[in-house]
Each structure stands twice: as structure tokens, then as C-alpha cells.
């Protein structure tokens, strides 16, 4: 089945930690994103990828680092992980064509 | 910078009843907007969207016009069902080069038997 999937589904991390998000999609799409989702706040842009090799920064970059290095796979670093980083992450590919954006179902991290 | 304000949940109505789900923006340029839907557990999915002003998007009996003289894309369904309940996200593509979703804080609905 075409789509994203992201490892782990969640997990409980120690303050000062490094942790890396996988996000992996099958659809071939170039742009590919990463945000967070904080409740009342909605989601907001961590760190995006408009082709393989390219990043760029989001509204909420700090303390965070991506990389890709294939079309397929856009993994979320944290360095050295803080209590404020506890939230759920999503990362999302987006069609050209269309716009549309579609959604992996998510890590939820929770850093103690 | 581009922004979008949604109505604070959650609602609550019963099987049948009619939604609203206010939605403004404020982006330069000529946005996309779009609602995306939550359901408990999973993550976002598209539930429709409109590209330029005055366009109408529609799915699942839910519709959304596009209106620029009020910045608005309210989000209607004239009869929910018990299935409805999730969360439901206003976003907007601005005109810059990455293309990234700005998402409104979320509505969350209840539907009732």
C-alpha cells in the first residue's frame, strides 16, 4: 500500500538523549516535510526537503537536524533531546501536481 | 507572516445536525486553502480543498468556498453522522517556494447518537 510510515510509533526518551524520527514514503515525491503537532497549537513546520540533497528550516527548527540523502527517506534528528520537545511528530510528502500533502501517522516522543 | 484562525472547539452536536466550522486567513499573495481531518489516532487527511477565489471544494457531503473579499473558508456539512467526530485543521499553501501547510489550531467535533 502506497504511503509514509514512521518508526517508532512512540517513545519515551531521557532529557539529553539523541533520537532519531524515521519517515519513509513510496510515492516518489519530491517535497517532503516535517512538523510538529502541540495541542491548541495545531502543526507547525519543523524542517522541510524540496528534492533529495536540499533542506531548508521551518518555524520551529531549533534543536533539530534532517538530512536526505534519497527521495525515499527523511529522518528527524534531535541532538540532545529536551522536555519542550515532547509532542507528536508527523512527516508528509507532498503530490506537485497537486498540492496535496499526505500525512504518515505520526511518533509520539515524550522526553522526561 | 501567513496565518489562519479557526473556531475554538470542541463542538458538540447531535446525529443530523448541521456544521459550521469558521475558518479565515491572513496570507500575501493567493493562497491554496484547505481542511484536513483527524480521526482519533491517525494522522491528517485531506478532506478538501480550493485553489483560487470563489472556488467551491467538496467530499464526503462537506464544502468549503474559497472567499477572498472576507478571507474566509468556512467548512459546512448540512447532516453529520457519529462517523464525523474528529479534528479538523484550516491550512493554507502561501505562494513561497517550499509549499508548506500553516495550520489553523484545530476544531474538535462531537458527534452524538
Known amino acids: 500500500i502506497a504511503g509514509i510510515t514512521q518508526a517508532p510509533t512512540s517513545q519515551i526518551l531521557a532529557a539529553g538523549r539523541r533520537m532519531t524520527l524515521r519517515c519513509t514514503q513510496d510515492?516518489?515525491?519530491?517535497?517532503m516535510y516535517w512538523y510538529r503537532q502541540d495541542l491548541g497549537l495545531g502543526l507547525r513546520l519543523i524542517h522541510y526537503?524540496?528534492?533529495?540533497?536540499?533542506?531548508g528550516k521551518g518555524e520551529v527548527p531549533d534543536g533539530y537536524s534532517v538530512s536526505r540523502a534519497n527521495t525515499d527517506d527523511f529522518p528527524l534528528t534531535l541532538a540532545s533531546a529536551v522536555p519542550s520537545q515532547t509532542s507528536v511528530y508527523f512527516c508528509a510528502s507532498r503530490q506537485t501536481s497537486t498540492d496535496t500533502q499526505y500525512f504518515g501517522p505520526g511518533t509520539r516522543l515524550t522526553v522526561l | 507572516g501567513d496565518s489562519v484562525t479557526q473556531m475554538e472547539g470542541p463542538v458538540t452536536l447531535s446525529e443530523e445536525a448541521f456544521l459550521t466550522i469558521n475558518c479565515t486567513y491572513t496570507?500575501?499573495?493567493?493562497?491554496?486553502l484547505f481542511w484536513y481531518v483527524q480521526y482519533p489516532g491517525e494522522g491528517l487527511q485531506l478532506l478538501l480543498k480550493?485553489?483560487?477565489?470563489?472556488d467551491k471544494g467538496s467530499n464526503k457531503g462537506f464544502e468549503a468556498t474559497y472567499r477572498k473579499e472576507t478571507t474566509s473558508f468556512h467548512l459546512e456539512k448540512g447532516s453529520v453522522q457519529v462517523s464525523d467526530s474528529a479534528v479538523y485543521f484550516c491550512a493554507l499553501i502561501a505562494d513561497t517556494g517550499r509549499r508548506a501547510l500553516t495550520f489553523g489550531s484545530g476544531t474538535r467535533l462531537q458527534v452524538q447518537p
Open positions: 510515492m516518489r515525491h519530491n517535497a
Open positions: 526537503s524540496n528534492t533529495a540533497g536540499t533542506t
Open positions: 480550493a485553489t483560487k477565489a470563489d
Open positions: 496570507a500575501t499573495g493567493y493562497p491554496s
